[in-house]
Structures are given as structure tokens and as C-alpha cells.
């Protein structure tokens, strides 16, 4: 969520940042956003990056400076008096139950339901067309703030397992789990570094798309090169993966 944040007070800071402090024309006095004599050299053009600092999102003086823009942010926020009528309006207007589409495999079919204001929706699966719906999977549960979220939900060709992807507070990595759709059970299979990967069931197990693990704290930075597709057979670590695919 940081990182997200982030992207959209650059957009702005940056048009009035300098390294004192900025008074705007509406009375919002904005922290000051240093610059640093940051600069790159590419075909023997140097390009000036005095913001290159705000990158690290996990750096103290980032964080800082995150700080000092949420004051002025929400100083603004609190003093508009028809905030909360509009925030209650909003919610009226969005608080009614919300489906997917329903698909079947085996005898199981899947589908997904938002009650109106939950911050994800939850993942049911129903035995036959005339079964009851139960709730197989609530990624509001899986964490504290909400903002765990299902990306990939894959049923086995005979509807007794399903993988899914959970991604975590908008991250783009993925870390893959199997669910027993019979028990509900969550077996011990989990799946890391899976970016950009579909889930492709064959016999045991199944395809799937993952990278190199990366540095520890480079979790966020490291590019990703050199996806390479493994086949992983239930039951077993991911480090017995098989590796199918590679294009370095």
C-alpha cells in the first residue's frame, strides 16, 4: 500500500517541490521534499534524478517524509464539511450484494460474493446445481487490514483441489496454496516468487510461472528476469519442483 501511496504524492510533489518549503496558493504550507545531486549518464546524455531517494519506500527518511505529506493531507480532509455525507451516500449507493460468474468442475460449482462493503469477496463453492452454497475461502480473514485478495483461483480437472494466489496488499508476487474443496482444508503445499503466472493442472499437480527468489529486503526492487515454468505435484515442497521451461 506504501508504494501505491507513494506513486500518487510524486505526482503532485513534484511539481512543487524544491528543497524549502513550498507555500501553495490556497494556504497549504506542503513539507519540503529534498533534492539529491543524483545523476545518470545514458549514450552520453546525463539525466538529472534528484528524487531517486523516494524509491526506497523503506527507508527511514521515505518514511518520513510519508509522514509529513499524510498531515497535510488529511488536515485538508478533516475540514471539508460535507465529507461524511458523501462518504455515507457512497456507501448506500455501493452496499448491495455483488456475484461472479458461476463455473463448474466435477460436481462443484465456484462462484464469488461481495456482501455490499467488504474489502474482498469471499469465495463459496456449492455441490451440484442444487446444493447449498458454502464458504470456501474469505480472503478478508487472511489479514488484519483486508487487503489480502484472491488473484488466481484454479480447480483440478475432477473439482477435489483448487489452487489459489494470494496477493498481499497489492502486490504483484503471488504466493500459491491448495485447498481440499471436500474438508476445506488448506494442505502444507505453498508456492512463492509466482509474478504473472496462470495455474495449469495436469495428473498430480500442476504448471505455474515463478523467478528466482530474491535478495532478502529487495523483496520490491530487484527486476524480474528469467521466469521460468516449474510443474509442482501435490504433497511436496517447492523445492522438489520440476523445472519445465526456461529462456534466460
Keep these: 500500500m506504501l508504494k501505491a501511496r507513494i506513486a500518487l504524492w510524486m505526482a503532485g510533489s513534484l511539481l512543487i517541490a524544491s528543497s524549502a518549503t513550498v507555500a501553495a496558493p490556497d494556504g497549504i504550507t506542503y513539507p519540503p521534499t529534498p533534492k539529491s545531486d543524483q545523476q545518470d549518464t545514458y549514450f552520453g546524455t546525463t539525466v538529472a534524478d534528484p528524487y531517486r531517494w523516494l524509491e526506497d519506500d523503506n527507508s527511514p527518511q521515505t518514511k518520513q517524509w510519508v509522514k509529513e505529506q499524510d498531515a497535510v493531507t488529511f488536515a485538508y480532509l478533516a475540514k471539508i464539511p460535507y465529507r461524511a455525507q458523501v462518504k455515507k451516500r457512497l456507501e448506500a449507493l455501493y452496499n448491495?450484494?455483488?456475484?461472479?460468474?458461476?463455473?463448474?468442475?466435477?460436481?462443484?460449482?465456484?462462484?464469488?460474493?461481495?456482501?455490499?462493503?467488504?474489502?474482498?469477496?469471499?469465495?463459496?463453492?456449492?455441490?451440484g446445481l442444487g446444493g447449498t452454497p458454502q464458504v470456501l475461502i474469505d480472503p478478508n480473514k487472511l489479514s488484519k487490514d483486508g487487503t489480502s485478495r484472491v488473484l488466481r483461483f484454479e480447480p483440478s480437472k475432477d473439482g477435489a483441489l483448487s489452487a489459489y494466489a494470494v496477493s498481499v496488499a497489492g502486490s504483484d508476487w503471488m504466493e500459491v496454496h491448495v485447498i481440499d474443496l471436500a474438508g476445506k482444508r488448506t494442505l502444507p503445499d505453498t508456492l512463492k516468487w509466482v509474478k504473472a503466472s496462470d495455474i495449469a493442472w495436469q495428473g498430480g499437480g500442476f504448471y505455474y510461472s515463478r523467478y528466482d527468489a530474491p535478495p532478502p529486503g529487495r523483496e520490491l526492487l530487484s527486476a524480474n528476469q528469467n521466469q521460468k515454468v516449474y510443474f509442482h505435484r501435490i504433497g511436496t515442497s517447492q523445492e522438489q519442483d520440476t523445472l519445465e521451461f526456461e529462456d534466460p
Design 96 to 127: 448491495y450484494a455483488k456475484y461472479s460468474a458461476p463455473f463448474h468442475r466435477g460436481q462443484n460449482y465456484f462462484f464469488t460474493k461481495n456482501d455490499g462493503l467488504q474489502n474482498q469477496a469471499v469465495w463459496y463453492v456449492q455441490h
